[in-house]
């Protein structure tokens, strides 16, 4: 019977295939998630592109889901324990964030995947699976075999449940997923009964937090109990060592006064946040932190206290700051390079004009060209000060521009040099001006850019035309 049902799944797989309409035995949310990647112009022949996080942001998120990766890693085992029937084909227990990060990744016996933490199982990227679902629908979700959009997922079926904290959003996902075999019910009810459990410990860590600060002495991380005008009324051993003062002499200071400096702002969410905060003055001592905040619950008047868990994160930023010098010295040589391209051609267009001045007798022609090297150098000189904006990146502004000027403008600058190759240079512009909204000097070196390689690419005896259109909402632009 399963496999005449997997048969009847194939033949439905193809048909949406060829048509692009998912059959009616086909279940609505299969179908509707199918269409989507459809739209998204993912290829299900195709092994799947799945995305991965960078280093340095993969350790921020795995330092701030810690606890709770700590939490789910029993579990994890247990879903592929080899005492599981699932377990004899091949399985992967999944913990994944709630924007389809995985977290961690625990393989059965045997079991050889490519998945690991960082990889983001959404559809954009992912296809149709179970995490994908259940981070999108924020309900359990299951995907057998030819449900997958991509072929390379057939051999699995999976089933995934979101970790649920009240009303909100879920925050993270658990899933098993098997290959060659079908998941009953008995499986996927316990993936769903062990995401809800995980989620009242999660629930449960939080809520203790705020004892470990008045406890915790063994904890290793500093633990500060604020009040709801972020006044301290109490820490824990560890925030005494990092901020080398004794508790006595902290109690009753504002958050402002114990030395931490916002690094980065928090987002706004609905669920309490804090920012990455710096300890110290700014120099090799100073250390970063990311600073995991906690409400407490259940004590009257005080609805709006927290306990803040400052986790050390002082490494991770060094390597951030590394890999940001090494990114912005790669930037420069690209810089350098680019520059050096861009500057041969105009500096060409400069010396063929003036070559033209020194050999025409004509005084008018001779200054209309020496004019013409002086807007050369303008625009050289405005190309140059470009190049720092990029260093120092700030918004471009915008304003009415005539198009067609610019177009008519970049001809006459460009015809001495079409002279000199034998190359014919003009303009056919339409009726009228051409006004579109953006920035004159970029849209100059946009423009410039192509009329060079234009002229670059056309032998001696051809022509070069700049030909623009205009129609009642937009325009065109041929060279």
Request: hydrophobic content about 45%; charged content about 25%; proline content about 6%.
């Amino acid at each position: 019977m399963a496999g005449h049902r997997e048969a009847v799944m194939v033949r439905a797989w193809e048909q949406f295939l060829r048509t692009g309409v998912a059959p009616s035995r086909v279940r609505p949310l299969i179908a509707q998630s199918w269409a989507r990647c459809r739209q998204l112009g993912l290829d299900p022949q195709q092994e799947p592109v799945v995305d991965t996080l960078p280093h340095g942001e993969l350790s921020l998120r795995l330092a701030a889901y810690r606890p709770l990766i700590a939490l789910a890693r029993p579990l994890l085992r247990l879903l592929v324990s080899g005492e599981k029937p699932a377990a004899r084909t091949g399985s992967v227990a999944l913990l994944a964030d709630s924007e389809g990060v995985l977290l961690d990744v625990v393989t059965g016996p045997g079991t050889k995947t490519e998945l690991k933490p960082g990889r983001k199982l959404v559809e954009e990227c992912a296809g149709t699976c179970a995490v994908a679902l259940a981070v999108r629908e924020q309900r359990a979700a299951v995907v057998s075999g030819p449900e997958h959009y991509h072929q390379a997922y057939h051999d699995w079926a999976c089933c995934a449940a979101p970790l649920r904290q009240g009303s909100r959003r879920p925050v993270a996902v658990l899933a098993l997923a098997v290959r060659g075999a079908a998941l009953d019910a008995s499986i996927r009810s316990t993936v769903v009964r062990w995401a809800a459990a995980l989620s009242g410990a999660w629930r449960a860590f939080h809520e203790s937090v705020a004892r470990q600060a008045l406890l915790g002495a063994r904890s290793p991380w500093p633990l500060l109990f604020l009040d709801a005008e972020n006044r301290l009324v109490d820490c824990n051993p560890a925030a005494e060592r990092e901020l080398g003062r004794r508790r006595d002499t902290l109690v009753g200071l504002m958050w402002d006064e114990l030395g931490f400096v916002e690094v980065a702002a928090a987002s706004e969410l609905e669920a309490p946040q804090w920012p990455l905060v710096r300890l110290g003055s700014g120099g090799n001592e100073a250390k970063l932190f990311l600073a995991e905040g906690a409400p407490l619950r259940g004590r009257p008047g005080r609805e709006r206290s927290r306990v803040l868990a400052l986790v050390d994160i002082s490494r991770w930023q060094e390597r951030r700051e590394q890999e940001e010098y090494r990114r912005r010295l790669a930037l420069l040589e690209r810089l350098a390079a680019f520059a050096v391209h861009e500057v041969r051609n105009p500096l060409a267009a400069i010396r063929a004009s003036a070559e033209l001045a020194a050999m025409t007798p004509d005084p008018a022609r001779r200054t209309a060209l020496l004019r013409q090297i002086i807007g050369s150098l303008d625009e050289l000189n405005r190309f140059l000060a470009g190049l720092m904006d990029m260093v120092r990146p700030h918004q471009v502004p915008k304003e009415p521009v005539d198009l067609g000027t610019v177009l008519q403008r970049l001809v006459e600058l460009f015809l001495p040099q079409a002279r000199t190759a034998g190359i014919s240079l003009r303009v056919r512009g339409g009726k009228g001006a051409l006004p579109v909204m953006g920035n004159e000097q970029l849209l100059s070196q946009a423009f410039a850019h192509l009329v060079r390689n234009a002229l670059q690419a056309t032998p001696a005896g051809g022509a070069v035309t700049v030909r623009w259109t205009r129609r009642p909402s937009r325009g065109r632009v041929l060279v």
